[in-house]
């Protein structure tokens, strides 16, 4: 499943699950293309992948602001194809915790612009460039939240439902121009959004996961890497579960 030369840009590769998934797709040699809101996140991952022999650059982008999205299509236009999209960047530390009547309109605003705004508008903003060369993967992070229904989550879960929807009507709409778009819905996993989160939803997942043991970043990326490979040229508008067998659809 080489990505070899192939550029990849992932927005909220700063840390967490977006970290990992630069290393691995540098590891198979893609050229990665950190977009992310903290400018010195993005620069230590870069300088991260170089020290490991692999190639990657940065670039600033608020995913919720078209004009920041904007600049980084400006950014990535003329500098060389782009192969590969991976809408990772999403609000997730510290969101859940309100019943649906408790959340404010600000709170519900917030999440949409930000997980379900913000792939649309990055997506809509890096398509013309890979449909000026006519082939591509685009790779959206969902969550199996969505597909439970955790409570005292639902701006989020809205959010998340959202972006596989968003997957299937992109899909049908680039499938004839040689991009496939597929999510990858990950459950609970380690990192730092997941500190923040109640202890009994940790237990939850721990008590009903089919394999018990926490969820690690890297048991994602080789479903993401996959999913942007030549071999999975013939999959798209799905939504892969990788959640240690929480939620079974």
Do not use: C
């Not at 989550?153 to 680039?174: D, F, N, P």
């Amino acid at each position: 499943m080489s990505l070899h030369g192939r550029r990849v840009v992932i927005t909220g590769a700063g840390r967490g699950l977006g970290e990992a998934m630069a290393h691995a797709i540098a590891a198979g040699g893609g050229h990665v293309v950190v977009a992310e809101i903290r400018s010195e996140r993005a620069d230590r991952v870069v300088d991260e992948i170089h020290a490991a022999g692999g190639s990657a650059e940065s670039h600033t982008v608020d995913v919720g602001d078209q004009a920041s999205v904007a600049e980084l299509a400006a950014f990535l236009d003329g500098s060389g194809p782009i192969w590969g999209l991976v809408n990772n960047a999403a609000l997730a530390d510290a969101v859940g915790g309100k019943t649906f009547w408790e959340i404010t309109p600000d709170e519900w605003d917030r999440i949409q612009q930000t997980n379900a705004r913000g792939p649309w508008l990055v997506s809509r903003a890096l398509a013309p460039q890979m449909l000026a060369t006519g082939e591509g993967r685009i790779v959206n992070i969902a969550s199996d939240a969505a597909l439970y229904g955790s409570p005292r989550l639902a701006h989020y879960i809205a959010s998340k439902g959202a972006l596989i929807a968003l997957t299937r009507a992109m899909a049908r709409e680039l499938g004839d121009h040689g991009i496939t778009v597929n999510a990858v819905a990950p459950g609970l996993t380690e990192g730092p959004s997941a500190e923040q989160i109640p202890s009994e939803r940790h237990e939850l997942y721990a008590a009903n996961r089919a394999i018990s043991r926490p969820q690690q970043p890297a048991d994602i990326t080789g479903a993401v890497t996959f999913l942007l490979s030549d071999e999975a040229g013939y999959i798209t508008g799905q939504t892969i579960v990788v959640d240690g067998g929480f939620v079974m659809p």
